[in-house]
């Protein structure tokens, strides 16, 4: 992998997130491409992390592997509240200064009544002020939360429209994460990787296959792209290939339309494997040409309860296969993918 595809994964973090990013890993190369050797001595960014307890296993590893951080609050219910979210990140911020920012959430609760965007615009400045550099919106909009008449909430409701106006003029970046993989619309034999498959058929809750009387995939996708419409100055950030991971076309498409929005990998970069062991040159198309609009992530998690050892060997293993598949043209195996596929070895 050369310089050119190292610097997309720092250098658009920067640009979304970053107010100063003068380290991006340079070094003095002799060779077109990168090695595994290279994998440490290199300045990472993981743009897409929930670092949610005031332990620093994870900010020891990052350092040790060369990462900076991009922790998101998020109103996920198995997550504390999004307040003490953000004490754990300005904690982190201001002990890892240059290393590890945040992205803030607003709350949804209350949503109909009045003064709660006043409420809301109130903890995004005081957020701002407290150094965030981004906004992060959860599935519940679009998949769980009604409104009084039963009609369920989606991105481009007007009643958002006030802080997402103040997002922008605030120069911060919205990160998405709205809708959930296109499989999960889809029966189950029909789903492209094997860690959807085995998560809805052991929560057929969430399998919306099953549930019809819920918003369609396209619903979702098409309430994203009306905000993006009506905001087109937003910096937008699409988490997990921003629910277009099954196509590569689908992604460039998504691109083109919207010249402010960048996508990140979170959880999603098994959906490249199995594209190109499908086609693997056009995967490498795709990344070549959109190497600035593509974000490193991986979801990583530690909470209170996550076991340090744990969660050592699991960031080892993904940060390490993850750098092989965009370096190397090694045949490899994911336990998300059946059957072998190529690593990239990125031009």
């Not at 040790?64 to 953000?86: D, H």
Request: hydrophobic share 35%; glycine share 4%; with cysteine.
């Amino acid at each position: 992998m050369n310089k050119q595809f190292h610097q997309f994964i720092a250098a658009i973090a920067c640009t979304f997130f970053f107010s100063a990013c003068a380290d991006t890993g340079k070094r003095q190369q002799t060779s077109a491409y990168y090695t595994a050797d290279d994998f440490k001595k290199l300045s990472k960014i993981d743009a897409h992390v929930h670092v949610n307890t005031y332990d620093t296993t994870l900010i020891s590893l990052a350092r040790e592997y060369g990462f900076r951080l991009i922790s998101l609050n998020v109103g996920a219910p198995e997550y504390p509240p999004i307040n003490t979210q953000q004490q754990f990140a300005l904690f982190h911020k201001h002990q890892q200064e240059g290393k590890f920012a945040y992205a803030t959430s607003f709350e949804m609760a209350g949503f109909e009544n009045p003064g709660w965007q006043e409420s809301q615009l109130r903890y995004l400045a005081a957020s701002f002020d407290s150094g965030a550099v981004g906004v992060k919106v959860w599935k519940h909009i679009g998949m769980e939360l009604k409104d009084s008449k039963g009609r369920f909430l989606m991105i481009d409701d007007a009643r958002m429209d006030t802080l997402f106006q103040f997002i922008q003029q605030r120069n911060k970046t919205v990160v998405g994460h709205l809708g959930e993989p296109r499989n999960c619309w889809l029966p189950l034999d029909k789903m492209t990787v094997k860690n959807d498959r085995d998560y809805f058929s052991k929560h057929p809750e969430y399998h919306m296959f099953l549930h019809p009387e819920f918003p369609s995939y396209e619903d979702q996708v098409n309430a994203r792209d009306r905000l993006l419409e009506k905001h087109p100055a937003l910096r937008f950030d699409g988490a997990h290939l921003g629910s277009l991971e099954w196509s590569v076309d689908a992604m460039a498409e998504h691109l083109d339309r919207f010249p402010q929005m960048a996508l990140d990998m979170a959880e999603r970069i098994s959906h490249l494997q199995y594209q190109s062991k499908e086609n693997r040159q056009k995967v490498i198309d795709f990344i070549t040409k959109y190497q600035d609009r593509l974000l490193y992530a991986t979801d990583i998690v530690q909470e209170e309860k996550t076991e340090p050892a744990e969660l050592s060997a699991y960031c080892k293993k993904t940060w390490e296969q993850h750098w092989k598949y965009f370096t190397s043209d090694s045949m490899m195996e994911a336990p998300e993918i059946e059957g072998q596929f190529q690593g990239l070895h990125l031009p």
